[in-house]
């Protein structure tokens, strides 16, 4: 399938991987962003879905890496949270695949604004107090169904999952907000890459728009990691409010 690439949708493409790659980081919702960027050039949803991985996946890395370097990831505890996070992407990305188009973009559409409504409803799951004690999944045995609905849907849609993996490492394990994102960057990133594999088997992956937004997606990282390490909790979370609101405008006029 051919499409016509112009310095006009290219640029888009960057901007709003720029965008997308710094809510990402911090909250989620980043692909309510980059999904129509992708459908403006003609895509169907299921082409658009998976080429949107290539930008998770390489934005992920990238804020992996960043909060990696600032001591900020827990990286003993990654070993347990992968296992049902990367069940539920293998499971997701194949049902994901397999959908018509057709089929694909009304359940898109539909999960991204359910997804938007609940967090706005009840944000304080993604919240936990200041100087709370991280729990271990063996403390907190629910967070392995909630890693494995957000492996799930990240699979699947990806758009808004990141609002999932706080849900879960937040709300169920108590990490702090910047941990959360420390270790649901790292999650996003496995699998984004299991997703990836999946639809690159299937060649619905257009790899120039996919590394087009990538850079933008890196780009916004970069700045995102070091913003959300600098402010405090309590603004941290508020900004957080702020992006919820601005995905659920996103999803709405979509």
């Given at each position: 399938m051919d499409y016509e690439f112009t310095w006009l949708t290219l640029s888009i493409l960057v901007v709003a991987g720029i965008f997308a790659g710094f809510i990402n980081t911090?909250?989620?919702?980043?692909s309510l962003l980059t999904l129509p960027a992708l459908m403006l050039l003609g895509m169907p949803a299921d082409i658009a879905n998976a080429t949107n991985r290539v930008g998770v996946l390489l934005q992920s890395a990238e804020g992996m890496r960043g909060f990696n370097r600032h001591g900020m990831l827990a990286r003993d505890a990654l070993g347990p949270i992968l296992v049902p996070t990367v069940a539920g992407s293998l499971a997701g990305s194949l049902i994901a695949s397999y959908l018509p188009a057709t089929v694909l973009e009304p359940v898109l559409l539909i999960t991204l604004v359910i997804m938007a409504v609940v967090i706005v409803v009840k944000p304080t799951m993604v919240a936990p107090p200041l100087g709370t004690e991280p729990l271990s999944l063996?403390?907190?045995?629910?967070?392995?169904?909630?890693?494995?609905?957000?492996g799930l849907y990240g699979g699947f849609v990806q758009a808004g999952v990141g609002f999932v993996l706080l849900a879960a490492l937040a709300g169920v394990l108590r990490y702090d907000l910047v941990r959360a994102n420390a270790l649901k960057m790292a999650a996003t990133a496995i699998f984004a890459a299991v997703a990836l594999v999946v639809f690159v088997a299937r060649g619905q992956v257009l790899w120039i728009p996919g590394l087009v937004l990538a850079v933008g997606c890196m780009i916004g990282v970069r700045l995102s990691v070091k913003f959300a390490i600098s402010v405090?909790?309590?603004?941290?979370?508020w900004f957080l409010?702020?992006?919820?609101?601005?995905?659920?405008?996103?999803?709405?006029?979509?």
């Open positions: 911090l909250a989620g919702g980043g063996r403390e907190a045995p629910s967070g392995y169904a909630w890693l494995f609905v957000a405090p909790q309590n603004v941290l979370r409010l702020v992006i919820v609101i601005a995905v659920c405008i996103a999803a709405w006029l979509r």
